[in-house]
Nanobody, 125 residues
Framework: QKQLVESGGGLVQPGGSLRLSCAAS????????IGWFRQAPGKEREGVSC????????YYADSVKGQFTIPRDNAKNTVYLQMNSLKPEDTAVYYC??????????????????WGQGTQVTVSS
């Protein structure tokens, strides 16, 4: 059974950092593009960042450019979301998702096949 499990969320003060992890089980991420999405209460799901299967292509939402990065370690079957200079508006449940895809990635959540359960990130003083 293919599963994704996110971890690393929590409460952080404005300006702080968190690193989210997305670990896969039941399949290898080598051939999957990975996306990170978030959803705040009362708001639509938002594509935050994505990375292609080999890491050659990455995209970031304008709201997080220069603030977030999306490294992946295929040897560990894990993709990360490094979040720096966090702001209260980054508060949301963050989800990772996977799609069997070649050389690129997209920030459209409807393209993704497998989803994690989500991890809460709260940025507050």
């Amino acid at each position: 059974q293919k599963q994704l499990v996110e971890s690393g969320g929590g409460l952080v003060q404005p300006g702080g950092s968190l690193r989210l992890s997305c670990a896969a089980s039941g399949f290898t991420l080598d051939y999957y593009a990975i996306g990170w999405f978030r959803q705040a209460p009362g708001k639509e799901r938002e594509g935050v960042s994505c990375i292609s299967s080999r890491g050659a292509t990455t995209y970031y939402a304008d709201s997080v450019k220069g603030q977030f990065t999306i490294p992946r370690d295929n040897a560990k079957n894990t993709v990360y979301l490094q979040m720096n200079s966090l702001k209260p508006e980054d508060t949301a449940v963050y989800y990772c998702a996977a799609v069997f895809r070649g050389v690129d990635c997209v920030l459209n959540w409807e393209e993704y096949r497998y989803w994690g359960q989500g991890t809460q990130v709260t940025v507050s003083s």
